[in-house]
């Protein structure tokens, strides 16, 4: 790790999504930028949260629990890197846990 980096926490290990396509960079995050190893975009970058939502059909609330761990690592992780000009937590909630298919429906 380049000097001057902040050294990753020991929280949730980032292991998802586990499907990709054979030959190519599974959409995991690099720490600590949290930028998709694949795409180069924000992670959870479009094609990681399909597979997330994919891997994570039958249990989301597991999923939930999944991304607001590493919204809490990201946060930590990005505030040391640039405790300036970094995303909000708000930006960051919105990025990691809110689009997360979770929640139930009104009866």
Same mark, same amino acid.
């Given at each position: 790790?380049? *000097?001057?980096? !902040? ?12 499907? $990709?396509?054979?030959? &190519?960079?599974? $959409? ?13 975009? !924000?992670?959870?970058?479009? =094609? ?13 609330? *597991?999923?939930?629990? %999944? ?8 946060? $930590? ?9 970094? !995303?909000? !937590? &708000?930006?960051?909630? =919105? ?6 298919? %979770? &929640?139930?429906?009104?009866?």
């Amino acid at each position: 790790m380049p *000097s001057g980096m !902040p050294v990753p926490r020991l929280g949730p290990y980032p292991d998802r999504p586990r499907g $990709h396509a054979a030959g &190519r960079p599974p $959409h995991l995050p690099m720490r600590p930028i949290w930028m998709c190893r694949a795409c180069g975009g !924000p992670w959870p970058c479009a =094609e990681a949260r399909l597979l997330l939502v994919e891997e994570y059909a039958d249990q989301p609330i *597991s999923l939930a629990i %999944y991304l607001s761990g590493l919204y809490h690592e990201a946060s $930590h992780d990005l505030f040391r890197l640039n405790p300036y000009d970094g !995303p909000t !937590p &708000r930006e960051l909630f =919105e990025r990691f846990v809110s689009w997360a298919p %979770y &929640r139930r429906k009104a009866t």
